[in-house]
């Protein structure tokens, strides 16, 4: 098998399944004020959709990634990508909320097949390049939702199904694609009985912290993630309330983190990795990430930030990084399971963090120009990336 081909075509599946996602991000509320009966309804109906795809997310990434490793990476991505297309058409056609959210609970599931596309990467690429290869998917995604909900608000500027129409016609294309081109990635399935303990996703997670020299670096990420979904949902309304930002402000900040993120992973990270130590790697985005988010809790000045969130792009080498060490202490066998527990873990923190965010947001609210209470969700960030640092240094592997 060429690597290098079929890595581009695992690439390209990623980037056009984001794409779609993406496509449908602005338009989506407005779709479903237009069939809600109230604005109270919208925002119950709306909490629902987006609770309801990441859960889907959380419960089956495991079980898509265990499927992959018994009957092949192929048949799930696949099934993953057709079943998006279908999903994605039915936002376009249906005027039944319920019919929507049925389509998005089925949509969370079939996107978890993004575990299964990593599982596909470790297995054709080398030990030593799997970092690289992880941030080059970091990246793919990150230029996607640049691009997608950018394309999506221009596309549905007049009508909000057309961006699902689009959306579906992607997914389709992409199934197509790959039906004829890509070849199946692992020559031996694993014969192990699948379980429900070991594919629900705290049984997965729960696996891979059993292994001693994974175990730390779970708790690393699990910090590193937590503090990075938290900046994630606290920006707007932070930058709002600190700082009087309009939404084009704010918009235009969130894409420069995109494509700080998207160079710092399909850049910068492969390398960094050519000439570092994965752990050197590791501290030093959570140093980079510890000193940002400090200094943007401090600045009483929007204009610093817009700078500072540029940099906070560069704490993107971590992930990758830690992935890919998780990475090369599993077996071939079962590298579909273990990114279906890191995609759990991953998505566990991004449904947390708004619980942590909102009444930390308060704070800011209540206290826009105070020296430090103004930036208590950003110095709540840096704590989890502070902690993460001083644990890296004391439980990351020396070897790898």
């Known amino acids: 098998m060429s690597r290098s081909p079929t890595l581009r075509f695992v690439l390209t599946c990623i980037f056009l399944d984001a794409l779609g996602i993406g496509l449908i991000i602005p338009v989506l509320p407005r779709l479903i004020g237009l069939l809600s009966v109230s604005q109270e309804m919208q925002t119950v109906w709306y909490g629902a959709i987006m609770i309801s795809y990441g859960l889907m997310q959380f419960a089956f990434a495991p079980l898509a990634g265990a499927l992959s490793d018994h009957i092949g990476r192929r048949p799930v991505l696949l099934a993953g990508i057709f079943g998006l297309s279908l999903m994605m058409a039915v936002p376009a056609i249906s005027d039944s909320l319920l019919l929507i959210l049925l389509s998005r609970i089925v949509g969370g599931m079939m996107s978890s097949n993004i575990v299964v596309a990593q599982a596909y990467i470790a297995d054709i690429t080398p030990r030593d390049l799997r970092i690289s290869s992880f941030g080059k998917i970091g990246s793919i995604f990150g230029i996607a939702f640049v691009l997608g909900p950018a394309i999506g608000g221009l596309l549905g500027h007049t009508d909000p199904r057309i961006p699902f129409q689009i959306a579906s016609v992607i997914c389709t294309l992409n199934f197509i694609y790959g039906y004829f081109v890509l070849p199946e990635s692992i020559k031996t399935p694993s014969t192990e009985q699948m379980s429900f303990k070991r594919i629900n996703p705290f049984g997965a997670i729960g696996m891979l912290g ?29 930058t709002e309330y600190r700082y009087a930002w309009t939404p084009l402000t704010i918009g235009f900040s969130i894409f420069l983190l995109g494509i700080s993120i998207s160079v710092t992973q399909g850049l910068v990270l492969p390398r960094l990795a050519e000439r570092h130590h994965p752990s050197f790697l590791v501290k030093g985005g959570l140093f980079v990430g510890l000193v940002c988010m400090t200094l943007i809790g401090l600045s009483p000045s929007g204009a610093l930030n817009i700078v500072l969130i540029c940099f906070v792009g560069l704490m993107g080498i971590v992930g990758p ?32 963090s708004p619980l942590i965010g909102t009444p930390l947001l308060m704070a800011t609210s209540s206290f826009p120009t105070h020296p430090l209470l103004a930036g208590t969700p950003y110095f709540a960030c840096a704590l989890l990336l502070s902690t993460a640092l001083c644990l890296s240094q004391q439980l990351l592997p020396k070897e790898h």
Request: hydrophobic share 50%.
């Open 321 to 352: 990084t830690i992935q890919g060490i998780i990475s090369r202490h599993i077996d071939a066998n079962h590298q579909g399971i273990g990114m279906g527990a890191v995609g759990s873990l991953n998505s566990f923190t991004g449904a947390v």
């Open 210 to 238: 059993s292994m001693k020299a994974i175990r730390p670096l779970l708790v690393i990420l699990t910090l590193f993630t937590l503090a990075q979904s938290l900046m994630q949902c606290t920006w707007a309304l932070y």
